[in-house]
DNA sequence: ACCTGAACACCGTTCAAGT
DNA sequence: ACCTGAACACCGTTCAAGT
């Protein structure tokens, strides 16, 4: 029976689960607490069901996996639809950062899934996109990956490192300490380096790199095609 | 009491436990069966030995991971003395993707761990390299984790997929089946293109374009010192 | 059709007891 | 000093029973 907001709601006041209902729960329990916090019963507990209600709509704990990486991928916000095929691809390596940075489990699990629905949309378009470039077959393939791999590993050494649960300023200075400054001298320097660095900055930077040695790779094969 | 071949033997003619045997132990057995089948338990049952045994000799489950990262840190081989400070750094990327062809398990815990003493003496080689190549501190700074980033996201997009357990050929088949191959043609293109890519060479391009694109990145900075 | 508790086969780790 | 079994507080999931 609907109530006045249009929620189906079941005769003892409560309502009913859903796939869509877990998989925000999910998203939003890992965001919180982290994935380790994660469990299937910390997740019932949290929407106020049975820990086996689960399985109802979500095969096991790896589908609920894929299904909460798929809806971070339905996230990435799209390229305007006037750029350039090359600037659209920049556009959406920066975007797909940005959801990571929401979401700091997101790209470990993004690793270890076969991509859903919503990712298979994102790689077709970037895909596309690729290909209208103008690059050869082959160094837009080899783009694919460049850009994806840099994206990737660019929030995993980020955000994993951070997530650690403990200040992570406060580890640095653990790590630090346990560091001999004259025998790593050039460690110590780069750490210090690391304090003022700006990640966004230098992000985009390497981007810029990879997309521009893209182009030049693609004009030095051009000349005997 | 020591036996004919040196090694020490306790009364009842077991070998006792080692802090570097159990390590070892450990590598071997997430190497022939994944990381998810190392438990405590089944170590202990690899060494004959009780479960709680180990904790004598490790702080528990985290510290042996940490303990066998920097193990595989250790294997990792040393570049030619006689390179350039580039082309080593180079031959350092290459062969710490070759080490990490061996034990896949290993870029995931790598990424979840502060280095220990063998991997700090891996970068503090490859930091006083890239300060030794000429490049301005701010570049040499990007570069460390332009090729560091590149190594390590490789690594773990090529093996985590491999992983998996099942046979990575079939769930391929699986996958494409799953697509609609006129809406996603790009898609299934760039599947098929993957059949025949060589993987080890697109990753040495890309490093050389990593690479590259930094000693211009630097030409284009030094102009205005 | 949807929900759920009990039970099973696992974890990592604390603790107290052994030698 | 080193080893170890029992026990605790967790997991994911199967199964049979409920509505």
Redesign the interface.
Known sequence: VPDEEGVVVRSDGRVPLDRPRIVRAAVALADARGLAALSMRSLADELGCGTMSLYNHVAGKDELHSAMVDAVAAEIADPAPDLAPLAAVRALAVATREVFLVHPWAP?VW??H??GPER??G??LQ??LL?ASGLS?DIA??G???V???V???A??EL??TM?GDDPAA?IQR?LGS?DPV??R??V??VH?HLD?ETAK?FE??LD??L???VR?DEVNGQRP
Chains 1, 2 share one sequence.
Request: hydrophobic fraction near 45%; aromatic fraction near 6%; avoid cysteine.
């Open positions: 470990g690793l270890r076969l991509p298979v949309q790689m077709e895909l596309g290909a077959p393939h080899l694919f990956h460049a994806n791999n840099h990737l590993g660019y995993l050494q994993e490192l650690g580890a790590f560091v025998e790593h050039h460690m320097a780069h380096q660095g230098s930077l390497v790199l990879i521009d040695g893209l790779l």
